[in-house]
């Protein structure tokens, strides 16, 4: 008697083999992303925040249009009607990223009073707006900091990137993993070598110093 797996069943064998694969060997990112496989692998490991049923309709449309018109009121409204707050837009954008994208805080808090887990493109986005009362904000919802965003990189490692060290603590205070790679395969510690400072703040050698002492701290690394 033959038996024939389906499609689906086939696919999730391939990632769990994957998976164990990942405990001996580091993984061609890359070539995971080229057959589609990466966000799964990621997603079995845990790493990825589980995306919502994508329902988008005509109270979702209205809802993305009423945050990106910054009209407070009207998106209470389109949400008191069952308009679906985990939805996102076509480009994978969810309400709350828009909300950090249009500076609006007020409309940030609203989302995340609906039980919505800031996703690590919303950190990361709160990360590089430079006013960081949205990051505050965002932190204090006890978000999963290990998460990859839509284009591979982790909170912590944006944090390091940006140069801010408080923001770096804050991710290590909430367990960020500092030995998760990012879709390049690197992790935190590597981005330290390239001192890039994305954030421009004035003294980039003192930042980094800092920035060095927490992730050696952590890690148990002796000076």
């Known amino acids: 008697m033959v038996c024939v797996l389906s499609t689906s069943i086939q696919r999730n064998l391939l ?9 001996a060997c580091s993984l061609d990112t890359e070539k995971l992303e080229e057959q589609g496989l990466l966000v799964q692998v990621w997603e079995k490991e845990g790493l990825v925040a589980e995306r919502p049923a994508h329902s988008f309709g005509d109270l979702e449309q209205d809802l993305f249009q009423a945050t990106l018109n910054d009209d407070y009121d009207r998106v209470v409204q389109l949400l008191d009607k069952g308009a679906n707050v985990n939805a996102h837009n076509e480009q994978d954008e969810d309400l709350i990223e828009l909300a950090i994208r249009r500076k609006n805080l007020e409309m940030v808090v609203l989302f995340t009073r609906s039980d919505t887990e ?41 944090t390091i990137r940006w140069g801010d060290p408080n923001m770096v603590k804050t991710c290590l205070d909430l367990d960020a993993r500092i030995k998760l790679k990012d879709s390049r395969g690197m992790v935190a510690t590597e981005y330290l070598g390239l001192v890039e400072n994305i954030g421009n703040f004035p003294d980039v050698t003192f930042n980094y110093e800092r920035i060095k002492e927490m992730l050696d701290a952590k890690t148990g690394k002796r000076p």
């Open 15 to 23: 990632v769990t083999t994957l998976l164990f694969v990942s405990m």
């Open 118 to 158: 800031p996703s690590a493109d919303a950190l990361i986005q709160a990360i590089h707006l430079q006013d960081d009362r949205f990051w505050r904000h965002l932190v204090k919802q006890s978000p999963n900091i290990n998460q990859l965003s839509r284009v591979g990189s982790t909170p912590l490692i944006e």
